[in-house]
């Protein structure tokens, strides 16, 4: 059974279609890259998969069970189990707040440990994603945008979810501190055994991260397959033009 599957998904605002009928499928463990230009449907995707928006049409089912059409209260802890990483590292850190607060406040939320349990979880949330322990005390004004997005990920960790979905989460980030955020979302994957829904305009970070791909355009699926099929025989125009408008990337 795969962990997560969509099955025509469709979103409308009045007379606006902006998702008409997608449908796919996630296997534990697996990287589905969803990509398409701007304007496509990919965020409206992820809120509907994340449970944040009703589908007009269509279901969610996350390991077994669904996500659409369900009360906030069966919501809940099928939620702390998918954990979203947005794409804005400024927009998504109350300023106000320390980065203790910020990485453990969904253990606040959902599990009941003491100041000192969540303390230890920040410090080997910290380590996980590239930060050090001082990191705790600071503000998130006192950081670059890639280590912003770093706590966001550790944030995103600190439930020990099964799945991240992972919202145009470098496309903020300068070129080479993108490319060090994408090897450690890898890396992590490999550690802990993640199930990714990875979204993004860039084919190339697309194909060097995902086991399949799922190509979007004006709302609509164009496109499914894995990626070696979707990037080495594209059977779309719209692919084809997504493959070779940029080179691929190499891991390091």
Known sequence: MALLEATGLSKSYGPTRVVDDVSFRIERGETLGLVGESGSGKSTIARMVLGLIEPTAGT???????????????LRPLRRRMQPVFQDPYAALNPRMRVEQIVTEP???????????????CRELLRQVGLEESAMRRFPHE????????????RALALRPDMLVLDEPVSALDVSVGAQIVNLLRDLQREFALTYLFISHSMPLVRYLSTNIAVLRGGKLVEFGSRDAVCERPREEYTRNLVAATPEMRAN
């Open 60 to 74: 969610v089912v996350f390991d077994g069970h669904p996500m659409t059409g369900v009360s906030t209260g069966r």
């Open 143 to 154: 950081f670059s945008g890639g280590q912003r997005q770093r706590i966001n990920i550790a």
């Open 107 to 121: 253990l606040v939320i959902h599990e009941r440990q003491s100041a000192e349990q969540r303390r230890a979880r």
